[in-house]
């Protein structure tokens, strides 16, 4: 029987599981659905699938680099307890082997490779969770590279709760990239330098601090001069070059860095679970809401 795309699509919604393990199935049941469910039950990857509504957003950071080449990936778990598993641990070094090695432009082309094990990125993923029983994702990641002359700067904070990788060009010393990469983990920067903040956000902000200086009654005169100097705490609270040093707050990341003859030119700061909105369940209200019902 021929597999169409519409009964793979139909398969894939019925039981969350990945695009060629749906074809996969129904190939091997001749296009039969309902044995093609329990084929991919028996696999345990129908087992993955009923974990997709939950929300992961606990996990890791992690970072591996080889020669000039270094990548820094977010994988999520639903419980910390897991991020600590050793099964959840090694899932995660195995995907940064594997992304470090194949280069793919996106989760979704990671997600379609194979890698060294003959299994898919979401083969391997699915996998894992039948065996650790939470539902786990592949949710970012970004690869670096760098010249001879340059250094990473790797720094995981509280076992990789956040991560940071940093490229400091014009130096070999990754004592120093490092440094930045703890202070970046430290003061949260969004950009390198104030070139990278786009006029619209400069805009937006010297509007608001007008504002506020009119409303506190300060004579128009002297407004202008006010907004230039609190736009250079903007920038310090944004930019890392501009920020006190939190090894020597007397010097600014970007003196420090230049006293060594180099610049930072990369910049990723990963917090696990940032932007992903957590549900809050509460166990007094569920149990309430059982007992009325009784």
Do not use: W
């Not at 329990?38 to 020669?67: C, H, M, P, V």
């Not at 996106?106 to 939470?134: D, L, P, R, Y």
């Not at 619209?200 to 300060?218: F, I, P, S």
């Not at 736009?231 to 890392?240: A, M, R, T, Y």
């Amino acid at each position: 029987m021929a597999i169409t795309a519409q009964m793979v699509k139909e398969l894939r919604e019925k039981t969350g599981a990945g695009m060629m393990d749906c074809k996969k199935a129904l190939t091997e049941t001749n296009g039969d659905m309902d044995k093609a469910i329990d084929f991919l039950r028996e696999k345990g990857i129908a087992k993955a699938a009923k974990k997709a509504d939950r929300i992961a957003a606990e996990g890791t950071t992690f970072i591996q680099s080889a020669g000039n080449e270094a990548v820094i990936l977010e994988v999520n778990s639903e419980t910390d307890f897991v991020a600590k598993n050793e099964g959840f641990q090694n899932l995660v070094k195995e995907l940064a082997a594997h992304l470090l090695s194949n280069k793919p432009a996106s989760v979704e082309e990671a997600n379609a490779q194979t890698m060294e094990n003959g299994k898919t990125v979401e083969a391997f993923i699915n996998e894992s969770i039948a065996k650790i029983g939470e539902k786990l994702s592949l949710r970012r990641f970004e690869i670096k590279t760098k010249g001879d002359n340059a250094a990473f700067g790797e720094y995981l904070h509280m076992g990789g709760r956040i991560g940071v990788l940093t490229v400091l060009d014009g130096t070999t010393d990754a004592g120093l990239a490092k440094d930045v990469a703890m202070h970046a983990a430290a003061l949260n920067p969004k950009y390198i330098s104030r070139d990278q903040v786009s006029q619209e956000e400069v805009d937006r902000e010297r509007e608001v601090l007008t504002q506020q200086a009119l409303n506190e009654g300060k004579p128009e005169n002297i407004v202008a001069k006010m907004v230039e100097g609190r736009l250079s705490k903007f920038f310090e609270d944004i930019c890392i070059v501009d920020q006190p040093f939190v090894k020597d707050p007397d010097q600014k990341v970007g003196k420090v860095v230049a006293a060594k003859g180099a610049t930072i030119v990369e910049l990723v700061r990963y917090e696990v679970g940032e932007g992903i909105e957590k549900r809050q369940d509460n166990f007094a209200e569920e149990v309430m809401s059982q007992v009325n019902k009784k």
